[in-house]
């Protein structure tokens, strides 16, 4: 059953526990949800509207309304789901899982998939939807293999190597396509479809990655360091090191050029590079991993999933 709440009504309720932010960053979780028995493992928001997919090891996908207050639940995966994504202005998302599928659905009526893609030979780890090409989408496996899909029709036509973890096309024109494998992140240019970049300095496995609005700039975090990586230069310009090496997940903050956050174990700590380089201010936010964010840049929102099976709304 879906419940919905706060955790400190009318006190802060993200705790500040490291440092102050000195240029006035506002950051405070603003609602709590909960829905699953089971680890969550992935979120995305709707490009528009304020709907929220959250999924996990429950096998199901949740969808949120947060406008209405209403829950939506579907089921079609027979293991656990790895990651979700809305396709731009449509209610339409899909979601990978480790039964070897992605899957299509419509958030307006997500009882069941509409759509099974079948192809991989492994787990599937991540999928992404091109800003654009709206029939175009990517998905990688844990065999390292990259499919681009062509949904209207419910093929593969093309698959490439590089991609183990994650999969996240370019924003705007989504001329590029970066997948994460080991400790590398691979650029891929889609007119060539050949490897344009390869961005290497983590020391561990890459956890999670995020393309910033204007597609010039790329954060990642592994356990131990989040990097911040200019496209143009193909050079990290910023690294922060895990004093606790649980660096889970990323994404920038709505709002603020350059500012990220991160996901680690229980916390949300907020990065400001420019102004911090070494330093974070950490927000106790979940009593497990963290190893989803998703950001609505139309209603200035972050959301945090974790393994404690809650889900947090920031602002």
């Known amino acids: ?22 240029v006035g960053i506002s950051f405070k979780e603003t609602d709590s949800l ?3 028995e ?14 929220l997919a959250t999924a996990g090891h429950e096998r199901k996908v949740v969808i949120w309304d947060l406008e209405n207050d209403k829950v939506n639940f579907g089921e079609g995966h027979a293991d656990v789901i790895t990651d979700v994504c809305f396709k731009p202005n449509s209610t339409v998302f899909a979601t990978s899982s480790f039964d070897r599928t992605v899957m299509i659905w ?8 509409f759509q099974n893609l079948v192809g991989h030979g492994e787990h599937v780890m991540s999928t992404d939807f091109h800003p654009m090409k709206v029939g175009l989408l990517s998905s990688c496996d844990s065999n390292d293999e990259i499919r681009l899909w062509n949904v209207s029709e419910g093929d593969c036509k093309l698959i490439l190597k590089g991609g183990s973890r994650q999969v996240r096309f370019q924003p705007g024109l989504g001329n590029l396509l970066a997948s994460s494998t080991g400790n590398t992140i691979n650029i891929f240019d889609l007119e060539t479809n050949n490897i344009q970049q390869q961005l290497q300095g983590h020391a561990r496995d890459i956890r999670s990655f995020c393309w910033d609005m204007s597609g010039n700039y790329l954060a990642s975090v592994s356990e131990d360091s989040a990097r911040i990586w200019s496209i143009s230069n193909e050079k990290c310009i910023c690294e922060l090191v895990s004093s606790d090496h649980m660096f889970q997940s990323c994404t920038f903050r709505p709002g603020y050029a350059m500012v990220l956050v991160i996901g680690s174990n229980e916390l949300l700590e907020l990065w400001n590079p420019i102004f911090q380089r070494n ?9 497990g991993l963290i190893p989803s964010l998703a950001v609505s840049h139309e209603h200035g929102i972050i959301a945090s999933v974790s393994h404690d099976q809650w889900i947090k709304i920031w602002r």
């Open 1 to 22: 059953m879906a419940k919905r709440g706060f955790h400190q009504t009318g006190e802060v309720i993200a705790r500040e526990i490291t440092n102050p932010n000195p």
């Open 34 to 36: 909960h829905s699953t």
């Open 38 to 51: 089971s680890k969550l493992l992935c979120c995305h928001f709707h490009s528009q509207r304020k709907l």
């Open 106 to 113: 419509d958030a307006a009526k997500p009882s069941n998939p």
């Open 279 to 287: 330093r974070t201010r950490a927000y106790l936010a979940h009593d």
